[in-house]
Nanobody, 115 residues
Framework: QVQLVESGGGLVQPGGSLRLSCAASGMIFSIYHMGWYRQAPGKERELVAIITNGDGTNYADSVKGRFTISRDNAKNTVYLQMTSLKPEDMAVYYC?????????WGQGTQVTVSS
């Protein structure tokens, strides 16, 4: 079955950086569009960034210029490089894979931004 496993979350000070990874299995990774979403306490899940199966990217306005999404099809992995982190970036970050009517989610990884 399809599995998406996120890693790389943790505690970071404001202004710091983290790189999230999402390893996929049980799917033909290269044909899926991949995304990162986040959900802060009391808020709805929101899109952070997506990367298409053709390497096109799109970002939420709140993270443009600070976050970079990338993928390595040979490793079945999508990354989210996060820099200049702010307290408002604190959330559980989820990996998403989608194509046509198929959609899968990871279990999430916590990112805490605090001094």
């Amino acid at each position: 079955q399809v599995q998406l496993v996120e890693s790389g979350g943790g505690l970071v000070q404001p202004g710091g950086s983290l790189r999230l990874s999402c390893a996929a299995s049980g799917m033909i990774f290269s044909i899926y569009h991949m995304g990162w979403y986040r959900q802060a306490p009391g808020k709805e899940r929101e899109l952070v960034a997506i990367i298409t199966n053709g390497d096109g990217t799109n970002y939420a306005d709140s993270v443009k210029g600070r976050f970079t999404i990338s993928r390595d099809n040979a490793k079945n992995t999508v990354y989210l490089q996060m820099t200049s982190l702010k307290p408002e970036d604190m959330a559980v970050y989820y990996c998403n894979a989608f194509r046509a009517r198929y959609e899968y989610w990871g279990q999430g990884t916590q990112v805490t931004v605090s001094s």
